[in-house]
Structure formats: C-alpha cells, structure tokens
C-alpha cells in the first residue's frame, strides 16, 4: 500500500524557488540566466501575495524618517541603509525598462501629519543632503489636504509589482508550479528534499522567498521574522488626478498613491508585534479599517472611500525592519531572503543579489545577514 507521499510525482532539479514574489522572480531570473536548473514552487498564483497586493511605490529608505534612523542605527548604518535601497530602487527601474514594463518616474512625498512629525522631516532633509542624498523640505501643505510639511525626494518612482514579477518569470523561461504549497524540507545525503502539495522534488539548493509567511514554512523564522498585515482601499476611477506624486505620511504608517487609471489607493499597516507568530486577524483588520478610514476622512474629505475595494497582504518584519538573507543553521543547502517589510519592492533586488552572492561565493550579506539577530544563524 503507497502512503500519499510515496504517490506523490517526484522530479530532480538544481534549485527550487519557494515564493514567486518579486524577490523569488529576481532570483529565479538570475539563476536561470545562468543555466542553472530552477523551479518555483508558489502556494498561490505568481505575485500572489504582497508584492501582488502592493501599492507598487518605489522609495528611497524605510517608512521611519532619516532623522530617526540616524539616532536608531548610527548615522553612517542610516546612510548604508538609504544608499541601498537607492540601489535596489536602480536595479528594479533597470530590469522594467529591459522588460517594457512602465516605470512612472514621479518622485515621492513624505507628508507630516502634525508638527512633531514637521520638525522631523526638516531635520532629516537636512541630515539627508549633508549625507548627499536629493531630499527637499517644504515647510507647507503643498497638496492643499491639511498636511504640515512635505519632504520631496526627486527620484522615487512607482511600477506595477505583479506585471514586473510576472515579466521577470515569463523571460527566464523557469517552470512555475501554482497551488503548490511547500510544507516541509528535508535533508536527503548531501541534498533537499521539498515536499510540497501534489509533488516531491529532490534538489541540490533550496531558496525561500517566503517573506511574510517565513515563521510557518521552519521555525527558525518564529522569533525573527513577524508577519503583519497591510490594508489597502481602492476607489473607483476619479474624475481628474487629486495626487501626481505617491506620499508616505505619519511617520510611513500610510500611504496614497494614485494609479495611472486615476483609481486612489490608500494603504495602511501595523507597527508588527515582537517576538514573530501569527497577527490576530479579526483585531488587527479592525485597527487599520478604522485607522485607514481617518486618514482618508482627514486628508480627503472630498473622495468617496465607503464601497472602496478593499485588499490586504501580509508582509514580513524584522525587528531591525532589515530584510534577512542566510541559510537555515540545520540545513544549510537551504538559502532565504525574508522579511522584505513594508517597503519591499527597492529591497528585492538587492536581497536578491545579497543571497545570490552567498550561494555561489559564500559571500558575506552584509547588513541583511541573518547573522546580526543572534542566535544560532549559521552561514
Ligand atoms: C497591501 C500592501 C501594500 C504594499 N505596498 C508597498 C509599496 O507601495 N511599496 C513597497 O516597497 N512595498 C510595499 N509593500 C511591501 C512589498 O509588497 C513586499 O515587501 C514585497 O513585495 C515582498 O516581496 P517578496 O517576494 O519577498 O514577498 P511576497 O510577494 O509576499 O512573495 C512571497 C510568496 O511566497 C508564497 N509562499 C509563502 N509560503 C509558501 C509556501 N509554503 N509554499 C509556496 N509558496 C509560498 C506566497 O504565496 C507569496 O506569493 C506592500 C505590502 C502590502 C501587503
């Protein structure tokens, strides 16, 4: 008598991709280009969870402002942080523009929602051009919607995340397994075994690009890596455009962005629990909603958001809000890059070249290496 796993279709390949995310395509992109036999694995569709579900805005730097990271990190760790996610920003416009895929080269708002938030952003322009990086502070409501100050960076840009992830897996040519859930891992001689719904394969290398969904996939991931949820309202299409630049406002917490086909997104999250496991889902969808529809209420009066579509994702978060690349200290044929946070999309290329780099030269990740969380991360 065959048990279920013994029915299961076996295959063979070089390295399987769990995730088909933008991080998962960019690596697969990369593997693929160098001949190096890849599969993904994704549990839903491609761009199936956040990097589908995102508001596609590409920024420089994390949600809190420059001011603050210099005092939370260390001025010179701030500056290596922002430079990064300009490059990974570079990266991502340099492969849509070799895909066709639009790239909107608006540049971005941090809006302050108070005084408080006002005096952190011309404190950071100034931190951020003495650091030599484009940043603008305007002392007033330049969008006329009951904000404080604004700080403009110039070279932010917004994509469509899914067509970008879909058209990075189109032109590798990588077979993409949907519906195919990954739910365990196991050592077999020197390589990977991968069980997963409907099929078992047999690997050399592994790589998660799980993000957000880390801590249920190894428990390694249980005390570093947070899942969190982000809500996003869209309007239907509005008459005329209300917003020609995406922002950031209350210290990153929300966001609007209006789409090409003038629908307004709103988006919003939670500041992620410590200690990692599953979010409450009934009491945080509660919080954002009622969050969300504040902001939207003070700072749009004039749009209708009741009956907006309404979406939500979860991401990843670290306690440092750094992506983590490593591999699993009790299986080191396994490779990840999680833990994107909410402004993900500038970091997939570059935690994607991060793991790439530990896989083919046993190189250092640097600041994203799992290493920095303690415990017993071995790479
Ligand atoms: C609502 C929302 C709005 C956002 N807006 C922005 C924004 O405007 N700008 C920005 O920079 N960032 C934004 N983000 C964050 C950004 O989307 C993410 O940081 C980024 O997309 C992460 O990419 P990823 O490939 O690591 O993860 P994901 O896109 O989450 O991909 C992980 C994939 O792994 C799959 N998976 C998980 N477990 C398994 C398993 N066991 N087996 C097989 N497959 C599995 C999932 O289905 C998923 O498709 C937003 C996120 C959300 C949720």
Redesign the pocket.
């Known amino acids: 008598m065959w048990t279920s796993q013994e029915r299961k279709r076996v295959d063979t390949c070089d390295v399987v991709i ?8 960019a690596v697969a992109a990369h593997l693929a280009q160098n001949g190096i036999g890849t599969a993904v ?4 569709s ?14 420089t730097g994390l949600p809190g402002h420059y001011n603050w990271a210099a005092s939370a990190y260390g001025r010179q760790k701030a500056q290596e942080i922002w430079a990064l996610t300009i490059e990974g920003r570079e990266r991502l416009v340099e492969m849509a523009n070799r895909l066709n895929v639009p790239v909107q080269h608006t540049g971005s708002l941090a809006l302050a929602v108070e005084e408080t938030e006002a005096d952190a952003l011309r404190e950071s322009a100034v931190l951020l051009q003495e650091d030599g990086f484009e940043a603008r502070f305007n002392p007033r409501d330049i969008l006329d919607r009951g904000f404080c100050a604004a700080l403009r960076q110039p070279d932010d840009v917004t994509v469509d ?1 899914a067509e970008l992830t879909r058209a990075l897996l189109d032109s590798s040519g990588v077979t993409v397994h949907e519906g ?4 365990d891992l196991e050592p077999e001689g020197d390589n990977v075994r991968v069980w ?1 719904q409907g099929r078992t394969v047999l690997c050399n290398a592994v790589v998660l ?5 880390a801590p ?2 190894d428990s390694y991931f249980a005390d570093k890596v947070a899942p969190t ?4 309202f869209a309007t239907d299409p509005l008459d005329g455009m209300v917003l020609d630049v ?1 922002c950031s406002a209350d210290y990153g917490y929300e ?1 609007c ?1 209006q789409l090409p086909g003038r629908r307004l997104l709103l ?1 919003s ?1 939670r500041r992620p629990r410590t200690g990692g496991g599953q979010e409450p889902e009934a009491d945080l969808d509660d919080v954002v909603q009622l969050g969300l529809a504040r902001f939207a209420e003070r700072h749009f009066p004039d749009i209708k958001v009741a009956g907006a579509e309404r ?6 978060f670290t306690d440092d809000g750094l992506p983590l690349v490593g591999t699993l200290p009790h299986l080191p044929q396994v490779y990840f ?2 833990g ?9 290329f570059v ?1 994607a070249e991060r793991l790439i780099a530990l896989m083919w030269r046993d190189a250092d990740p640097g600041i994203l290496s799992a290493q920095r969380l303690g415990g017993t991360a071995a790479l």
């Open positions: 769990v995730g088909a995310g933008l991080v998962g395509a694995l994704e549990a839903r491609v761009a199936g969870g956040a990097t589908g579900r995102s508001a596609g805005m590409v920024l995340a195919t859930e990954v739910y997963a690009a799980v993000n957000g969904y249920l996939l949820r982000s809500l996003v995406p966001t962005r988006s999250w979406w939500s994702g979860v991401m990843g890059a999680v994107l946070g909410g402004r993900g999309l500038p970091w997939a935690a």
